[in-house]
């Protein structure tokens, strides 16, 4: 622009009436907001956490053979129901059933030798009790003989007397020596056969106690064959292969003339079942709904795939720790299953009722959200204190506190709030720290 343009530029801006803005004196400040106080009020709280689940079967078995041999038979299939201890499956071991064989042989001879051996004791008793009359028998002579020894004995002494007084002659005397000298062997041998009938006793005795000890060991191999035999006899039942509780068959992985040979580190399955009149509900709990979840809390499963319907149930157990990578608990519930129609491994939603009784809760406008932290002014002295906050539940009346610390590096541990603390309530984001508070 040339300079007589711009002079009548200005000359017009000047008759115009214009003139540069005048610049400020000096910075109006905004008038301080009020600030307003509180205290945390008690509520009681209630929501419901509803987290996703999966239905598993009450228990689930793989059924495994014991012993190598062949599949004989296969009496179930996939799909089909089983009663508690049925077969389904027969394994064909010849030479374990040729083994049972010579075990019940082996009982059978067992048998024979312990009625021989009851046989022997009886007729060692027998001779015992014969040894022992013969003893009596034996002894009972003994008086008639010892009574015609005494008097023999007598006799010979007054015959001896007599003769010396020449009362009768010596011939008599001699007669009556040998009467008395027979009576005296007679004694004797008395005494002889006495001696050899308790020789008898004893021997016959000895004899009943070693038939009683042939008794005790055919007895003692009688139990040790039987033993053997019912061995054998749990091994051959292990050819069958049976459902321990009632269910349906979920798998088959076998068929017939299969050969199975399980080993140490190796267990081949045959079929799994199922057991499904009752099922379980697995569900992980949140961390901060974990304490309201205890057996016997009341919960609703709701099943999506079958038109959204629900089953009232109660927690049955829990794992009682959380798990370190999901800060999740480890929650279970039974429900009943008569009719089969909850499926394992169909999807559930699980609803549990929580309750927070006497929750500290303050207005929303109280809580100051920064960095993924909370903050509230806690009122001490009449001074506004900063303080780093947790927080519970957000609810129509407000938020929850749980504890607080002072917003510093070296403010220790959380502390319990209480309902006689008081906060600032509105404005925080013209609050500082340290300001005061009327």
């Known amino acids: 622009?040339?300079?007589?343009?711009?002079?009548?530029?200005?000359?017009?801006?000047?008759?115009?009436?214009?003139?540069?803005?005048?610049?400020?004196?000096?910075?109006e400040k905004p008038p301080a907001a009020a600030l307003t106080r509180g205290q945390p009020k008690k509520v009681t709280l209630t929501w419901a956490v509803e987290q996703p689940g999966t239905v598993q079967a009450f228990e689930t078995t793989p059924l495994v053979a014991k012993l190598p041999g062949y599949v004989k038979r296969l009496t179930k299939d996939l799909g089909d129901r089983v009663a508690a201890g049925e077969v389904v499956a027969v394994i064909e071991i010849p030479e374990l059933e040729r083994e049972a064989e010579s075990k019940a042989a082996a009982v059978a001879v067992a048998d024979a030798e312990v009625e021989q051996s009851k046989a022997g004791v009886g007729v060692a008793a027998g001779m015992v009790a014969s040894a022992e009359a013969t003893v009596l028998e034996v002894k009972a002579g003994q008086s008639r003989?010892?009574?015609?020894?005494?008097?023999?004995?007598?006799?010979?002494?007054?015959?001896?007397?007599m003769v010396s007084q020449r009362?009768?002659?010596?011939?008599?005397?001699?007669?009556?020596?040998?009467?008395?000298?027979?009576?005296?062997?007679?004694?004797?041998?008395?005494?002889?056969?006495?001696?050899?009938?308790?020789?008898?006793?004893?021997e016959a005795s000895a004899r009943k106690l070693r038939a009683e000890a042939d008794l005790k060991a055919s007895q003692a191999r009688r139990l040790m064959a039987d033993a053997e035999a019912k061995r054998v006899g749990a091994m051959l039942d292990y050819c069958q292969v049976k459902s321990p509780y009632?269910?349906?068959?979920?798998?088959?992985?076998?068929?017939?003339?299969?050969?199975?040979?399980?080993?140490?580190?190796?267990?081949?399955?045959?079929?799994?079942?199922?057991?499904?009149?009752?099922?379980?509900?697995?569900?992980?709990?949140?961390?901060?709904?974990?304490?309201?979840?205890?057996?016997?809390a009341k919960v609703t499963v709701r099943f999506p795939g079958s038109g959204n319907a629900e089953v009232a149930g109660t927690v049955t157990r829990t794992a009682g720790v959380l798990n370190a990578d999901t800060r999740t608990l480890r929650t279970e519930i039974d429900l009943p299953?008569?009719?089969?129609?909850?499926?394992?491994?169909?999807?559930?939603?699980?609803?549990?009722?929580?309750?927070?009784?006497?929750?500290?809760?303050?207005?929303?406008s109280a809580v100051l959200f920064a960095d993924e932290t909370a903050y509230v002014y806690a009122v001490i002295d009449g001074k506004?204190?900063?303080?780093?906050?947790?927080v519970g539940r957000n609810t129509p009346d407000g938020v929850q506190l749980l504890g607080w610390k002072r917003a510093t590096v070296n403010a220790g541990e959380f502390t319990p709030v209480k309902e006689t603390d008081t906060v600032v309530t509105t404005n925080l984001g013209s609050v500082t720290d340290g300001q005061a508070v009327d």
Request: positive net charge; aromatic residues 6%; hydrophobic residues 40%.
């Open 1 to 27: 622009m040339s300079r007589p343009s711009r002079w009548l530029v200005l000359a017009t801006l000047s008759a115009a009436g214009c003139s540069p803005p005048a610049s400020p004196t000096a910075a």
């Open 145 to 161: 003989v010892q009574a015609d020894y005494e008097r023999w004995e007598s006799e010979a002494k007054r015959i001896e007397t």
């Open 167 to 202: 009362v009768i002659d010596a011939q008599t005397l001699d007669e009556t020596r040998k009467q008395f000298r027979s009576a005296s062997a007679g004694r004797d041998e008395l005494a002889a056969k006495v001696n050899s009938a308790q020789v008898m006793v004893r």
């Open 246 to 296: 009632a269910g349906v068959v979920t798998g088959r992985y076998v068929h017939t003339g299969h050969f199975l040979q399980p080993g140490a580190n190796r267990a081949e399955t045959l079929f799994t079942v199922a057991r499904l009149d009752t099922v379980r509900v697995f569900v992980e709990v949140p961390e901060a709904a974990a304490s309201q979840a205890n057996p016997g």
């Open 337 to 364: 299953n008569p009719d089969g129609k909850l499926r394992p491994g169909s999807y559930a939603v699980v609803r549990l009722g929580a309750t927070a009784v006497d929750a500290l809760v303050v207005p929303p």
């Open 384 to 390: 506004a204190v900063k303080m780093r906050v947790q």
